[in-house]
């Protein structure tokens, strides 16, 4: 599978935040959101090819049972399930990082974390933009990933203006659990990070969400590799 990065970080989001854990970023993304921190990974050919024991090794290297499977978008990623396999069978955690816009019933996952976007995403250039629309929300896909595996759903919020749409995004999911929500702040730098946490706070505790950090932009400013 063509794999963009792997690296040793902290899990900087939702309720694994502060743990050590090593990253496999696959490459290739078909949303092109705006504000995307990781645009070097959108070509499905971003990356080199990694065989599943090669890779099963490299990320076995690091003092710590949490793999995080990132993108990109994982679940557009040939060989997905294959490799969720190998890394359960040597007991590891796995996380996978997804936008929620495909299903795919038969991984080996810990936690789906899903992350739908808003229209608060979309990209600016009119092609992109289109394309973006069509795919952004897939609710009975979204809807099979929480029924199937345990998962959580984090919210990157930009604006006050992104409650009401993500109060009507959960209207249509049936059997969500609040205590599985999570609201994050779109943010690029610490200055932003704070603004925006400081925004979201009173609406989580009116709402019943979790407040997520995001400790890859308070620590290093989303820099490239943490
Ligand atoms: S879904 Fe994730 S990886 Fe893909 S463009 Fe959006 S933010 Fe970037």
């Known amino acids: ?13 939702g309720k694994l935040a502060g743990a050590p854990s090593a990253f496999v970023r696959l ?5 092109r959101c705006r504000w995307c921190d990781t645009k070097y990974a959108w070509p499905a050919e971003a990356g080199r090819d ?4 090669e890779l099963r090794e490299k990320l076995l290297q690091w003092p710590t049972r949490y ?8 679940m557009a990623a040939e060989g997905l399930g ?9 007991r590891m955690h ?3 990082e997804t936008s929620g816009i495909r299903y795919i019933g038969d991984l080996s996952c810990d936690l789906m974390s899903i992350s739908p976007k808003l229209s608060n995403s979309t990209p600016t250039e009119p092609g992109p933009a289109a394309e973006h629309e069509r795919q952004r929300l897939n609710l009975p896909a979204m809807q099979q990933l929480i029924d199937r595996y345990d998962y959580q759903i984090k919210f990157v919020v930009d604006s006050p ?9 959960l209207q249509q999911l049936k059997n969500i659990d609040p205590y599985k929500i999570f609201l994050m702040p779109q943010a690029q730098t610490r200055a932003e990070l704070i603004e925006k946490s400081q925004m979201l706070a009173p609406y989580c505790l009116q709402a019943g969400f979790a407040l ?6 308070m620590l290093w400013e989303s820099e490239r590799g943490k």
């Open 161 to 169: 203006a992104d409650l009401d749409e993500i109060a009507g995004c």
């Open 67 to 74: 793999i995080v499977i990132t993108g990109g978008e994982p």
């Open 82 to 90: 294959t490799l969720t396999h190998a890394l359960a069978e040597a």
């Open 50 to 53: 990694y065989g599943i024991e």
């Open 27 to 31: 490459a290739g993304c078909p949303l």
């Open 1 to 13: 599978m063509i794999v963009n990065e792997i690296f040793y970080s902290l899990q900087g989001e």
């Open 212 to 217: 997520s950090p995001r400790l890859q932009v």
């Open 94 to 96: 796995i996380t996978i």
